[in-house]
């Protein structure tokens, strides 16, 4: 069964830090480029980053750049997400997602062809 799975979100102070996971079941992540989004309440999903599977990162937010970054552990089949000096501004639910095209990445939803359940970071103090 092929499935993407989140993990690691939670609640977290402003200034903090959280890392996600992405884990892969089904299929091998390293033949993918792997999208993070996220979507605030009554908001669109946004598109924040993307690393190929050649290991080069696109930003979509410039309001992450800095403080967000991805890495990836192909013996491990996983996605992080390490977000830093975190603020309100990012609770929202974050998803990761996998396009085959594994050597280009886009924030277009469309071009991805699986996508985990998401998980909820909430930023509070």
């Known amino acids: 069964q092929v499935q993407l799975v989140e993990s690691g979100g939670g609640l977290a102070q402003p200034g903090g830090s959280l890392r996600l996971s992405c884990a892969a079941s089904?299929?091998?992540?390293?033949?993918?480029?792997i999208g993070w989004f996220r979507q605030a309440p009554g908001k669109e999903r946004e598109g924040i980053l993307c690393?190929?599977?050649?290991?080069?990162?696109?930003y979509y937010a410039d309001s992450v750049k800095g403080r967000f970054t991805v890495s990836r552990d192909n013996a491990k089949n996983t996605v992080y997400l390490q977000m830093n000096s975190l603020k309100p501004d990012d609770t929202a639910v974050y998803y990761c997602?996998?396009?085959?095209?594994?050597?280009?990445?886009?924030?277009?939803?469309?071009?991805?062809?699986?996508w985990g359940q998401g998980t909820q970071v909430t930023v509070s103090s």
């Open positions: 997602a996998a396009d085959g095209r594994s050597y280009y990445c886009s924030e277009q939803t469309y071009f991805y062809d699986y």
């Open positions: 089904g299929f091998s992540l390293e033949d993918y480029a």
């Open positions: 690393i190929t599977s050649r290991y080069v990162t696109t």
